[in-house]
């Protein structure tokens, strides 16, 4: 692999919490522009992996280099500024406001180029400054995810995929390069489902943005993504193309074995 083609790069990742080891030293690269997927069983750590990515745990040991630049321990918002984002879910205080409302408030991006623009055109500027230009932008992501029929209606009132759809447009508010998405399709219609993939798709193929996808549905993983990394004990099993991942005997092993 190219070193240049990689905009995300861990090494060695590290994290414990008291006397637990959830990541044990895992290594792995996400190239630009891929929809790269993260898999392995229950308790692999890659939510934990994930979390000290986007900054929501200090690693206790490891690198973490997006851009080409070191963001081990930054604070959450630090690394949105990078262009680095994570779903949410709806906090309680959010479920209260309008799907409008949830947008017009999603944090934006303070610093950095942004990438990603042919889909919402208002992006194309960069940072959004004006109210009016962001009121326009809100409206953009709405139509595109096709929930702008919902917009004066309670977050709360969402379905989950209803809800999964506005986690995403809120996450895409902050304009950001990569996207990390930990089980994104939990609770989601088929219909939803393939809806929120499609969304994924486009922005990967028109705006060349970067995905990084923890599911738990093999199917979903060996039809959309390349590569395919997975985690098993805290650390990296295998990583490669999914029909090489599929026929891993090692990676069943770790799914199927002790
Ligand atoms: P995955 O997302 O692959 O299912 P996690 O990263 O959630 O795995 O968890 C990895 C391991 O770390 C598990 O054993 C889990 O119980 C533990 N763990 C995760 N978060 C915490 C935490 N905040 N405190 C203590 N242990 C944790
Ligand atoms: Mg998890």
Redesign the pocket.
């Given at each position: 692999d190219d070193a240049d083609d990689q905009l995300l790069r861990v090494g060695n990742l590290r994290?414990e919490?008291?006397g637990?080891?959830?990541?044990d030293g895992a290594s792995f690269a996400v190239a630009d522009g891929s929809l790269t997927g993260l898999i392995?069983?229950?308790?692999?750590?890659?939510?934990?992996?994930?979390?000290c990515i986007t900054g929501i745990?200090e690693p206790t040991a490891g690198e973490i280099n997006f851009n080409g630049e070191d963001i081990a321990g930054l604070a959450p918002n630090a690394v949105a500024d990078r262009g680095l984002v994570r779903t949410f879910q709806i906090a309680r205080e959010l479920a209260e406001m309008t799907v409008l409302e949830n947008l017009m408030l999603a944090p934006k991006r303070q610093q950095g180029e942004s990438l990603y623009r042919s889909v919402l055109p208002t992006f194309r500027n960069g940072v959004i400054e004006e109210e009016t230009e962001l009121r326009e932008a809100v409206w953009e992501s709405l139509e595109f995810f096709e929930i702008d029929h919902l917009a004066e209606d309670r977050a709360g009132t969402l379905s989950g995929g209803q809800r999964k759809l506005l986690e995403m447009a809120r996450a895409l508010m902050t304009d950001p390069d990569m996207l990390l998405l930990?089980e994104p399709f939990a609770g989601v219609n088929p219909t939803l489902e393939t809806k929120l993939l499609d969304r994924i798709n486009q922005l990967r193929d028109e705006e060349g943005l970067t995905f990084l996808l923890?599911e738990h549905d093999m199917d979903i993983i060996m039809e959309h993504c390349d590569p395919v990394i997975v985690?098993h004990q805290?650390r990296v099993l295998a990583e490669g193309p999914p029909e090489e991942i599929r026929n891993n005997e090692r990676v069943v092993d770790a799914y199927f074995g002790d």
């Open positions: 994290k919490f008291g637990i080891t959830a990541v392995g069983p229950n308790g692999a750590g890659k939510s934990t992996t994930f979390n745990h930990d923890v985690m805290g």
